[in-house]
């Protein structure tokens, strides 16, 4: 048999299995691409928020990108978790020197408002790292850590978008999941735009959504869509994860990665 396309994630661990790697792999398994992993930190976390987190040396970072684009190769990287500036730039060089497109998730804060990512990185992220995204996908509360843009309506998603252009990727999603209405994403490149949209359900068991919507977004790239088709599907793919949520331990509970292949019956 030959190998299903290649998706390697750069991000962080969540002990708890609903974000971060883990969410990530399953999200890739889920979309028929084989998923590789370069692991940048240890997180203790669950359902109730992060309790510790610990990021790698940048030679353990180094090392294991290298190990696995040298010899496997990759058609998509997705980022996730890098929580130092000494990260960001690492990841940005090795991003540089691969021939495969980059989906950035410039990830600030956990679920919970844990701060996963030092605030003396941020200058590091605007640029260095976004300039070598083919998409970047920050949320509401992202947009305004790097752009000090704030969004209270879907008027404000476009200027948010600008400001997140001016740092460099090709594409951004503007996630306006924390709007009230529908869940409403704005995808542009500066001279086209897509609305996309999906119903609000009513499930507070969300853990792991900008995980998952990245790594679906890199697992399409890599199976050979567009941008915006990849955009498009793995929004489906993510809506359809959150209709599917199910609660664990005291707090959020995750999203369901599997949900796609369940059975009629649900199992």
Known sequence: MSAPPRVLTVAGSDSGGGAGIQADLKTMLALGVHGMSVLTAVTAQNSLGVQG??????????????????????????????????????????????????????????????????????????????????????????VGQLTGVRVGSERDMRRAAAAMLEFGPRWVVIKGGHLSGDAVDLLTDGSEEHWLRAPRYDNRHTHGTGCTLASAIASYLAKGHTVPEAVTAAKTYVTGALTSGFALGGGIGPVHHGWALRGDDGG
Not at 73 to 78: E, L
Not at 88 to 108: F, I, N, Q
Not at 120 to 130: G, H, P
């Open 53 to 142: 987190a610990w990021e790698l040396p940048v030679e353990a970072v180094r090392a294991q990108y290298r190990s696995v684009v040298d010899d496997i190769g990759v058609q998509a990287v997705k980022t996730g978790m890098l929580a130092s500036a000494e990260l960001v730039e690492a990841v940005a060089d090795l991003l540089a020197g691969t021939d495969a497109p980059a989906v950035v998730d410039p990830v600030g804060v956990s679920k919970h408002g844990d701060a996963l990512l030092a605030a003396s990185a941020l200058d590091s992220v605007r640029t260095k790292l976004l300039p070598m995204a083919t998409v970047a996908t920050p949320n509401l509360d992202e």
